[in-house]
Nanobody, 125 residues
């Protein structure tokens, strides 16, 4: 059974940094692409970053240059390093498996995508 568990969320000031972690279990991470999504209150879920099994990455335009996705297959972990955080980054962040890291974040998820439970990130002074 594919399972993902996010951690590392919390409160951070604008301009600050935070690292989110996604722990994978029930499958061999090496063979899968993983993506991070987020959903702010009153808004639709949006793709943030995606990393395929070759460690090729894609990012939403809104986070390019500020966020970095990485993976450690041996530890079964995927990370999202977030720098220069803005108030508009406030959202629940989810990692997902059974995704395709196409150019457009709108195309990463499908009906086969499995999701973690999410971790909340609040950017506020």
């Amino acid at each position: 059974q594919l399972q993902l568990a996010e951690s590392g969320g919390g409160l951070v000031q604008p301009g600050g940094s935070m690292r989110l972690s996604c722990a994978a279990s029930g499958f061999t991470l090496d063979y899968y692409s993983i993506a991070w999504f987020r959903q702010a209150p009153g808004k639709e879920r949006e793709g943030v970053s995606c990393i395929n099994k070759f460690a090729t990455t894609n990012y939403a335009d809104s986070v390019k240059g500020r966020f970095t996705i990485s993976r450690d297959n041996a530890k079964r972990m995927v990370y999202l390093q977030m720098n220069s955080l803005k108030a508009e980054d406030t959202a629940a962040y989810y990692c997902a498996v059974n995704v395709e890291c196409f150019d457009s974040p709108d195309t990463w998820a499908s009906r086969d995508t499995s999701w973690g439970q999410g971790t909340w990130v609040t950017v506020s002074s």
